[in-house]
């Protein structure tokens, strides 16, 4: 199964330049170890609530492309989510969500995707105008550059395993993220 | 229906004077001419969520992004929200411009609204939420305009409170 560091190092060059929002625990270490940017999210805590941000950030920044990445654990929180992004359809909103089918960064409690909730489906029923599955760090790539050419409004679930890093330290305070974060998002106005 | 539109119209305004863009709303009766009036203004974006908490996530992505937004919801949805209020906008500083209509309190004959009435100031209070009772029309454009002013300069959420008084006419 694909490990989500090496879907995550497939679509950097994506993620480089646009604004990100990514949920807590392996998904942040992961891309901050990867190469933090001064464009990058951490949501720390609030789980559920990063597609929600981005949805915000993609309401009032239309000319920019956001990207959420989610986890199945945090999806599920928030399921309510997709309806609301589907309803408003931003066309520069792309939500990707990684399942591990676990709450991994808590204990590895297994989620309801393990048994057999699915998310790409929910997505669909919400009436998100594109959904797709990626199984391999190619085929992700493949989606989220589609993703990002057709201009639509797209969940892309990502199954990954339920594999962490070692540590989820990252040497950034919570508010030196949160305040450079919004300038340089205020440097792209 | 006795929600009163002249004051609907007051707070609206209000909200226009303190440049929001974005109102986020779960709807409910005593909020149903504010919504409609930010569904017809073609210079706001209205987001319905199905969860106050939502907006909390709302709120917080339209700041970071430089624009000013507001929350429209009922005080059990003030309380369905409160993890992200305490665990994303507390603790990454970001203000909240909160108005929440009083629901089971002076005067409320709807016996199912009562238990959320009686808690919401305490909770406020417990959540150091700084809260002004909005009761005076006279008071809206004023009382809105500085809930803004020290959100934005504390980083904190605020609260005001849509009173029965303010909002229902009977």
């Known amino acids: 199964m694909m490990l989500r560091e090496d879907a995550l190092r497939a679509i950097y060059p994506h993620l480089e330049e646009r604004i990100v929002v990514t949920i807590m625990g392996a998904v942040a270490a992961e891309l901050y170890t990867l190469g933090h940017r001064h464009n990058f999210f951490y949501l720390e805590h609030a789980m559920g609530m990063a597609s929600s941000m981005g949805l915000g950030i993609a309401l009032a920044m239309p000319q920019e492309k956001v990207i959420v990445l989610d986890g199945d654990g945090s999806l599920l929180m928030n399921l309510g989510t997709l309806s609301t992004m589907a309803r408003y359809k931003p066309r520069n909103l792309l939500?990707?969500?990684?399942?591990?089918?676990?709450?991994?960064?808590?204990?590895?409690?297994?989620?309801?995707?393990s048994t057999g909730t699915d998310l790409a489906g929910i997505a669909r029923a919400s009436g998100i105008p594109q959904v797709m599955e990626a199984e391999t760090p190619e085929s992700l790539n493949a989606a989220v550059a589609q993703a990002l050419e057709s201009n639509m409004l797209t969940t892309i679930v990502a199954k990954v395993a339920a594999i962490g890093p070692k540590t989820f330290h990252m040497d950034l305070p919570l508010l030196e993220n949160r305040f450079q974060f919004k300038r340089s998002l205020e440097a792209r106005k | 229906m006795p929600v009163s539109v002249t004051n609907s119209r007051l707070i609206y305004e209000a909200l226009k004077a303190c440049d929001i863009k974005i109102v986020s709303a779960l709807p409910e009766t005593w909020l149903v001419h504010l919504l409609r009036?930010?569904?017809?203004?073609?210079?706001?974006?209205?987001?319905?969520?199905?969860?106050?908490?939502?907006?909390?996530?709302?709120?917080?992505?339209?700041?970071?992004?430089?624009?000013?937004?507001?929350?429209?919801?009922?005080?059990?949805?003030?309380?369905?929200?409160?993890?992200?209020?305490?665990?994303?906008?507390?603790?990454?500083?970001?203000?909240?411009?909160?108005?929440?209509?009083?629901?089971?309190?002076?005067?409320?004959?709807?016996?199912?609204?009562?238990?959320?009435?009686?808690?919401?100031e305490p909770i406020l209070r417990a959540l150091n939420i700084p809260t002004w009772h909005l009761t005076n029309p006279a008071d809206v454009p004023r009382r809105i305009k500085d809930a803004q002013t020290l959100a934005l300069a504390s980083h904190h959420p605020v609260a005001v409170l849509l009173t029965r008084e303010l909002m229902w006419e009977d």
């Not at chain 2, 970071?64 to 990454?92: C, D, E, K, R, T």
């Open chain 1, 95 to 113: 939500h990707i969500v990684f399942d591990n089918e676990s709450l991994l960064s808590v204990g590895g409690f297994p989620t309801a995707t």
């Open chain 2, 37 to 120: 009036m930010a569904d017809e203004d073609p210079d706001m974006t209205l987001v319905r969520v199905a969860k106050e908490e939502e907006s909390v996530g709302i709120s917080a992505g339209a700041h970071l992004a430089g624009v000013n937004s507001a929350m429209l919801m009922q005080n059990h949805g003030f309380l369905a929200a409160i993890n992200p209020i305490v665990s994303l906008a507390m603790l990454y500083k970001i203000p909240l411009l909160m108005l929440i209509s009083q629901r089971g309190h002076w005067g409320e004959k709807d016996p199912w609204q009562t238990q959320g009435g009686l808690v919401t």
